[in-house]
């Protein structure tokens, strides 16, 4: 046999190179091709996760909102069937027929703008200018209103006050009934779910402001 050309040499390192080339990049393309199924398939579980944690959160904020709810109706509905020099919040939460929870204060604002009864010690003060009495006088209805979080005239503290409007018998505007609900409450619950420090939870309104964090 005669030994191989130069030309037939180089051919056959030509392709033992290509063909090593070749499944180099095999390798890659199976590599990148795994990468990418699994990259997929965490994102879809923590997507998953992330849906079922939203709806647990939706669901604790909705109750705690309907809680509150239920003590703005009852506050209001207390007004309306006392006098209102007879309306004693604080008595009422301390012989249990409101509970409290983790709600600032509750409260009266008079037809005119003046806090009228309230769950805390207080002084008479203006809040004719705050919106979440505002948007009552001005319109009618009864639509339950949440406000931007503001620190508070009479508690002292950061409140998101929900309010409702005080209808009287004859049709006429009789004030708003307040609760303010904390929060730092929802802060609170948030951050109890030790979900890592990379992830940030937020309250956030329809009107695109941050109630909690």
Not at 31 to 44: G, K, M, N, P, Y
């Amino acid at each position: 046999n005669l030994p191989p050309t130069d030309a037939a040499t180089d051919r056959t390192g030509r392709a033992i190179l290509l063909s090593g080339a070749g499944l180099v990049l095999l390798g890659w393309v199976v590599a990148i091709a795994s990468v990418t199924a699994d990259r997929r398939s965490t994102l879809a579980v923590a997507e998953l996760d992330l849906r079922n944690t939203t709806r647990a959160y939706a669901e604790h904020v909705d109750k705690t909102l309907q809680a509150g709810d239920q003590a703005l109706r009852f506050v209001r509905a207390e007004y309306l069937r006392r006098q209102p020099q007879a309306l004693d919040l604080q008595a009422d939460i301390a012989q249990g027929d409101i509970i409290q929870a983790d709600f600032n204060q509750l409260g009266i604002i008079g037809a005119d703008g003046w806090m009228a009864a309230s769950s805390m010690p207080f002084s008479r003060v203006d809040l004719s200018e705050r919106e979440h009495f505002c948007v009552h006088r001005e319109s009618q209805g009864d639509p339950l209103f949440l406000s931007k979080p503001v620190l508070g005239k009479v508690s002292g503290k950061w409140s998101l006050q929900m309010t409702r409007r005080i209808t009287l018998p004859d049709g006429r505007f009789g004030g708003v009934a307040v609760v303010s609900l904390a929060p730092a409450y929802f802060s609170r619950f948030f951050a109890a779910a030790s979900l890592g420090q990379d992830l940030e939870i937020a309250l956030v309104g329809l009107d695109g402001i941050v109630r909690a964090s």
